[in-house]
């Protein structure tokens, strides 16, 4: 049996400047991008991205990451709540981003910036899906730390179940948030490193990435705690709203694969 080790979600306090984990992990994952980007340039080259470039574009990745993620939160897990109470949409380190949310925040950074240096769209795409696994893995280790979206309850005898206090149970339950950041983060990761040492047609580097996740998250959420303002929309359909909004994230990359698959 394991105890959620209760980690304080503030890292450092000075004054009324406070840090908290959850933040740290996000730059962690940025600053991941930009070293790793670097490096591959570097040892593999590449058809047009230069190494400043990979700097250049962090700043609309970024923000599309933390816009696209907190705003996607609010619309499409909490709407009424977020309508009624604005304010708390700037509460970041509280933690409510959505990954979808953060999916179309990108897009619309890698549209913007493919603009700019006069690219193609999935081009740039392929080059930073192969990152984007080990930025998951960052933020659902803040997940973790912040001790939020913890899992179902699990069999007593599983030997990582772990309680968690502030989920109002001391019953055991899967660490879900660890699931994720291994499945989603580490083995997809692989997954896409594997995948991209090949030459591989426009485009089909990204949608291996979103089919990935996108099949990996609808598994794991069968192992995660529903949200309780989605019940309603649960106990109707049997899925979460996880695995609702990943099934057409699927089925359309699944679709634009074979796509780009025929282009000569």
């Known amino acids: 049996m394991l105890m959620y080790p209760q980690i304080n979600p503030i890292a450092v306090s000075i004054g009324p400047l406070k840090v908290h984990w959850y933040g740290i992990m996000y730059i962690l994952s940025f600053l991941f991008v930009i070293v790793a980007g670097k490096y591959r340039i570097k040892k593999l080259g590449h058809p047009f991205m230069k190494p400043p470039m990979v700097d250049d574009f962090m700043f609309y990745g970024a923000l599309g990451t933390i816009l696209g993620g907190r705003l996607g939160y609010c619309l499409f897990y ?10 708390q949409i700037f ?60 899992g179902r309850f699990c069999n007593p005898n599983l030997p990582w179940g772990m309680i968690f206090p502030a989920s109002g149970s001391m019953l055991l ?15 997809l990761s692989i997954i896409m490193f594997i995948y991209a040492r090949k030459p591989r047609k426009t485009g089909q580097i990204s949608c291996v990435f979103a089919i ?11 192992f995660r705690e529903p949200d309780s303002f989605a019940t309603g929309i649960v106990q109707s359909t049997g899925l979460s709203l996880g695995q609702i909004y990943s ?18």
């Open 212 to 222: 990935g996740y996108g099949v990996i998250r609808f598994g794991l959420e069968f």
């Open 78 to 87: 909490k709407p009424a709540f977020y309508f009624a109470n604005p304010l």
């Open 247 to 264: 099934i057409p994230m699927v089925l359309l990359f699944v679709f634009a694969y074979f796509q780009f698959s025929k282009a000569k």
């Open 91 to 150: 509460s970041v380190w509280d933690g409510g981003m959505s990954f979808h949310g953060g999916f179309l925040g990108v897009c619309l950074a890698f549209f913007i910036y493919s603009r700019k240096i006069h690219c193609k769209f999935f081009d740039l795409a392929d080059f930073f899906a192969i990152f984007v696994p080990m930025c998951l893995f960052f933020g659902r280790m803040g997940n973790f730390i912040n001790g939020e979206l913890w």
């Open 173 to 187: 339950r899967h660490p879900s948030e660890l699931y994720e950041a291994l499945f989603e983060g580490i083995v």
